[in-house]
T-cell receptor, first 115, second 113 residues
Framework: SAVISQKPSRDICQRGTSLTIQCQVD?????MFWYRQQPGQSLTLIAT?????????ESGFVIDKFPISRPNLTFSTLTVSNMSPEDSSIYLC????????????FGEGSRLTVL | AQSVSQHNHHVILSEAASLELGCNYS??????LFWYVQYPGQHLQLLLKYFSGDPLVKGIKGFEAEFIKSKFSFNLRKPSVQWSDTAEYFCAVNANSGYALNFGKGTSLLVTP
């Protein structure tokens, strides 16, 4: 298994500001992903965080809005830029467990509310 | 388009009732299938998964799921639910395009005493 810590766990932000979410894993992992869970919705994949290179974004998500860093195999950040109320969501970091079993492990999420 | 559909958005059951939550997917080719659970205030946890072999898979806490390839389905079942099963349940699919999962919209289960 993998233990994932996210910071902040929740925040209230003003429109137009940016917030960076941190994800720390207790072991080195190859695959790391960022998901968004909007109120009452399912999880939507934002991007794959690639170590040492640019993240791979899913359709509908762009680097300017959601810049991602992955400086090493245990840490990543997701920034939500120029926030609007539509960005109010839970943002989740997830990793593939050791042995690449296909199972994803999730952090507890960062709940952002944009006013 | 590839998608995962969960038919029941909200389910209310009495304790000891049987549970079946539907999940259908629209991917071609080989798929890996998962059910995740999110208890109130907790993070997502894996209930069970199917990669290959016996299409009836057993997971934690008495849950099981059956993969029916011809129906593109992976329904979750439990013979007798408990109050502690109250949670959000998500079906997810990995269609061999990496390890990222595509999730259904989730089913909120409330078990009443």
């Amino acid at each position: 298994s993998a233990v994932i810590s996210q910071k902040p766990s929740r925040d209230i932000c003003q429109r137009g500001t940016s917030l960076t979410i941190q994800c720390q894993v207790d072991s080195q992992v190859t695959m790391m992903f960022w998901y968004r869970q909007q109120p009452g919705q399912s999880l939507t994949l934002i991007a794959t965080a690639n170590q040492g290179s640019e993240a791979t974004y899913e359709s509908g998500f762009v680097i300017d809005k959601f810049p991602i860093s992955r400086p090493n195999l245990t840490f990543s950040t997701l920034t939500v830029s120029n926030m609007s109320p539509e960005d109010s969501s839970i943002y989740l970091c997830s990793v593939v467990g050791r042995g690449n079993t296909g199972e994803l492990f999730f952090g507890e999420g960062s709940r952002l509310t944009v006013l | 388009a590839q998608s995962v559909s969960q038919h029941n958005h909200h389910v209310i059951l009495s304790e000891a009732a049987s549970l079946e939550l539907g999940c259908n997917y629209s991917y071609g080719g080989t798929v890996n299938l998962f059910w995740y659970v999110q208890y109130p205030g907790q993070h997502l946890q894996l209930l069970l998964k199917y990669f290959s072999g016996d299409p009836l898979v057993k997971g934690i806490k008495g849950f099981e799921a059956e993969f029916i390839k011809s129906k593109f389905s992976f329904n979750l079942r439990k013979p007798s639910v408990q109050w502690s099963d109250t949670a959000e349940y998500f079906c997810a699919v990995n269609a061999n395009s990496g390890y990222a999962l595509n999730f259904g919209k989730g089913t909120s289960l409330l078990v009443t005493p």
